[in-house]
Structures are given as structure tokens and as C-alpha cells.
Nanobody, 122 residues
Framework: QVQLVESGGGLVQAGGSLRLSCAAS????????MGWFRQAPGKEREFVAQ????????YYGDSVKGRFTISRDSAKNTVYLQMNTLQPEDTAVYYC???????????????WGQGTQVTVSS
């Protein structure tokens, strides 16, 4: 089992920045590729970013490329999502997840956090 706890969400004005954190506990953090997803009301869960278990490879959804950066700190068992130039359409609940594979597909992730709300005002 892996337990994931997100933090860092909040309210920010358009053009601003936030950094989300996801703290992992349980099984070895470095065994997993880590991802971020988001879900807005009435919409499907959307892939945001993924980082490989080694940290050497990163992948992004088209809507966040160039604005968001995913990273991980294995010493702290934590994965981060730096979000810059935020826009109202970025408003959603953001979820951290762990997977054995590299994939943007939510149902292939093994473990999920409870989510953290990000609200971007115009």
C-alpha cells in the first residue's frame, strides 16, 4: 500500500503560481512513477503530468505544457507540481497518483490521494 497526501492548493488570481506537494508513505516511493491529474465539476479526470520512478523522464498534458513542471524528491518521498501562469480553466481538484507504468490513463494508476482544490479567479 502507498498512502498519498496532497497539499498546497488554494485560491490564486489569474497569472499567478502555486506549488502542489504530494507526500507518500508506505511502500517504497522510488518504485513508482508518479502522476498528477485534475478534475473540474462535471468533467472527466484529466491527465496533467507524470514523472518516472527515476525522475529522469517527465510527461505533460497538452493544456499545461510550458506552464507546469513536475518533480520529485526521493529523500523526502514527495512529488511536486509547480504551476505557473495559472488560468481560470485550471480550476479543479488536483490529485496525486502512483503507477507501475508510464501512462496518462487514470485507471492504470494503483494509488490515489484525496485531492486538493485549486481555484483560479479571473
Amino acid at each position: 500500500q502507498v498512502q498519498l497526501v496532497e497539499s498546497g492548493g488554494g485560491l490564486v488570481q489569474a497569472g499567478g503560481s502555486l506549488r502542489l506537494s504530494c507526500a507518500a508513505s508506505g511502500r517504497t516511493f522510488s518504485d513508482y512513477n508518479m502522476g498528477w491529474f485534475r478534475q473540474a465539476p462535471g468533467k472527466e479526470r484529466e491527465f496533467v503530468a507524470q514523472i518516472s520512478w527515476s525522475g529522469h523522464s517527465t510527461y505533460y498534458g497538452d493544456s499545461v505544457k510550458g506552464r507546469f513542471t513536475i518533480s520529485r524528491d526521493s529523500a523526502k518521498n514527495t512529488v511536486y507540481l509547480q504551476m505557473n501562469t495559472l488560468q481560470p480553466e485550471d480550476t479543479a481538484v488536483y490529485y496525486c497518483a502512483a503507477a507501475n507504468v508510464i501512462t496518462p490513463t487514470p485507471h492504470l494508476y494503483n494509488y490515489w490521494g484525496q485531492g486538493t482544490q485549486v481555484t483560479v479567479s479571473s
